[in-house]
T-cell receptor, first 113, second 117 residues
Framework: KQEVTQIPAALSVPEGENLVLNCSFT??????LQWFRQDPGKGLTSLLL?????REQTSGRLNASLDKSSGRSTLYIAASQPGDSATYLC????????????FGKGTHLIIQP | GAGVSQTPSNKVTEKGKYVELRCDPI?????LYWYRQSLGQGPEFLIY????????DSGLPNDRFFAVRPEGSVSTLKIQRTERGDSAVYLC???????????????FGPGTRLTVT
């Protein structure tokens, strides 16, 4: 059974810093990995989707990498802003009888103005 | 265009009662998913629909939980004889694809917060 772990559980940094959020998974047989952000009391907003054949995806100040063989993904946020404050979740999709996403518990990020 | 919508946004019910939670997916999305998120946890998969049929219900915790999608669009999650442990946020997501569905992102609704007293 797939297990997804996110480190750190919480992170507080001053505005303007570059930062890295980590995600690891136990079963490397995934089809894709997706990063989400969740604001308090809200649903999930998709940030980036990386297919298993890809190494990274970029969107604006966000860059996500995937190393399937080692079971790791990182989300890099450049020049952080207070509006980036949220919980960031990573999730893997394995398919083949496990049709839902498997999520980590998330990293709660606070960007201090 | 319109995103995934869920109603109600909040539902408070007494232990033992029956509840229905509704999900309206993005128009044209054939795949629909239900998840449950407890406080401080990531969402947990409950059930996946492809069209009208439940293609994977392996995440449903027990037979008190049931979901339908009779016309391949709107879905309803039904919980019988609710228990306090059912209190959570119930999230719905949709995505475009059937074959090759792993190529597509899942788009989530705002969720229904269920509180069982």
């Amino acid at each position: 059974k797939q297990e997804v772990t996110q480190i750190p559980a919480a992170l507080s940094v001053p505005e303007g810093e570059n930062l890295v959020l980590n995600c690891s998974f136990t079963d490397s047989a995934i089809y894709n990995l997706q990063w989400f952000r969740q604001d308090p009391g809200k649903g999930l907003t998709s940030l980036l989707l990386i297919q298993s054949s890809q190494r990274e995806q970029t969107s604006g100040r966000l860059n996500a990498s995937l190393d399937k063989s080692s079971g790791r993904s990182t989300l890099y946020i450049a020049a952080s802003q207070p509006g980036d404050s949220a919980t960031y979740l990573c999730a893997t999709y394995s398919g083949g009888g496990a049709d839902g996403l498997t999520f980590g518990k998330g990293t709660h990020l606070i960007i201090q103005p | 265009g319109a995103g995934v919508s869920q109603t109600p946004s909040n539902k408070v019910t007494e232990k033992g009662k029956y509840v229905e939670l509704r999900c309206d997916p993005i128009s044209g999305h054939t795949a629909l998913y239900w998840y449950r998120q407890s406080l401080g946890q990531g969402p947990e998969f409950l059930i996946y629909f492809q069209g009208t049929g439940a293609a994977d219900d392996s995440g449903l915790p027990n037979d008190r939980f049931f979901a339908v999608r009779p016309e391949g669009s709107v879905s309803t999650l039904k919980i019988q004889r609710t228990e306090r442990g059912d209190s959570a946020v119930y999230l719905c997501a949709s995505s475009p694809g059937a074959s090759g569905r792993w190529e597509y992102e899942q788009y989530f609704g705002p969720g229904t917060r269920l509180t069982v007293t």
